[in-house]
C-alpha cells in the first residue's frame, strides 16, 4: 500500500515525461577532451541521452530537430547564483518591504531567463526561498533551470550574511540576536547546528562567508570572518550530510583560513596570491571566479547614488581586481568552475562570463569545460556536463563555432534540459 502510494505521489508531481527527440548538430563539443569532434545525431529518451551517432542519421518516427549550422555543447552549469534576488539601488530598502513571496515571484522570471540563456543547472550560493524555486521547478510548475540550493549561508556575527546588518537597534533589538538557525555561528557547537539546520531545511550544498563581502551593509570586505576551526567544524559536519562547502571569500587571511579548514571551492578569490594559489593547489580546491559580478559592481561604483556610502569603496577596489586575480590562478593551474554571481549582475546575461574568462587569457574551450564537465565535478554529480549515453539529456545549441567566437554563447538558438526543449 505504502509503495503504491509512493508511486501515485511521485507521478502526480513529476513533470510530463519527455519525448523521444533527436537532434541532428552540425557539431558537438566534447567537453571531457574540450574539443569539437564533428557532426552527430542525438538521440533522447525519457529525459536522458540515449545514443549518440556520427554524422546525421535519420531516426523514423521520432520528433526530429535540425541544428545544422549550430554546436551542441552540454547544458551549462553556474555554481554560483542567487535565483531569488537581482542587485539594484533600491535592494536594502526592499528588505524592509517585500515578502518572501515576492522574491519568490521575481525568482520565477530570474529562472527562466538563466535557462532560455542555455543554464541548465545552476548552484544557489544563498537565498531561502530558492529552496522553494527548486522544488516548483522540480515539480514542473514553472520553467528553469535545475537548482542545488544553499538555503541560509552561513555567516559569523556582523559578518556578510548578518542578516540583521545595517538595521536600526530597535529592529535589532526586535528581531533578537540571529543564531544558527538563521545562519549565523560564533564557535564550533554552532557551527554544527548551523550546518544541521541547514540540512533540516533542504539544503543541497553548504555555503559560508569566509570573509566580508561587498553587497552587504558592513565596513570590511576582506576581514577574515571564521576562525579555522569553525570552518574545519562545518565541513565535517557537512561530510556527515554529504554536502560539499563552498566559502565566499575576497582577502588572503580568511581565504587560507577556509582551504586548510577544507572547503571545496573558493568563490570570488580577490585577493588571493602567489601562497593562496598554492595552498589551493596542494589541497586540490576549486576557484569559483564571478568576474562578472566584479566587473558589474565595478562599474555600478562610478554611478552616483547606486551604492550606500559603505558600499561602495568595497565595489570600486574588489570589483576591479577578479579578472586580473582569475588570469593569475589559471596560469597557475588552480582548478576552475565557472560561476557569475548572478543576483548580483542581471539573471539570463550569465554568458558574459565566458567572454571575460577568454578575455582574461583562458581558451574558449576551457571557458566551455569549466562551465559543463569541470563545473559536474564541483557539483558531485555523475550524469551532467557531458553528452554521452546515459547522461540526463542536458543540451544547448548555438550558432557557428563558439571555440572560434566566444560571444556566440549569448546566442542561445536551442536549450533541452532533462529531454525537454524550452
Ligand atoms: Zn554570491
Redo the contacts with the bound molecule.
Sequence with gaps: MRTLLLAASLAATAPAMAETVVLHCGDVFDSTTAKLVGARTIVTTDGRIGQVLPGRVPVPGAREVDLSGHTCTPGWIDL?V?MASQSGPRSYEERFRLDDADYALRGVGYAEKTLKAGFTTVRD??GEVTLKLRDAINSGAVKGPRIYAAGKSIATTGGHADPTNGMNSELSFMLGTPGPTEGVVNGADDARQAVRQRYKDGSDVIKITATGGVLSYARSGDAPQFTVDEVRVVVETAKDYGYAVAA?AHGKEGMRRAIEGGVTSI?HGTFMDDEIIALMKKHGTWYVP?IT?GRFVADKAKVPGYFPDIVRPKAERIGAQIQDTFARAYKAGVKIGFGT?M??GPHGDNALEFGYMVEAGMPAAEALQAATFKAAQVLGVADLGQIEPGFRADIVAVPGNPLADITLTRKVAFVMKDGVVY
Aim: net charge negative; glycine share 18%; proline share 0%.
Design positions: 554560483h542567487h550560493l544563498g565566499h568563490e564571478t559580478a554571481d543576483g548580483v
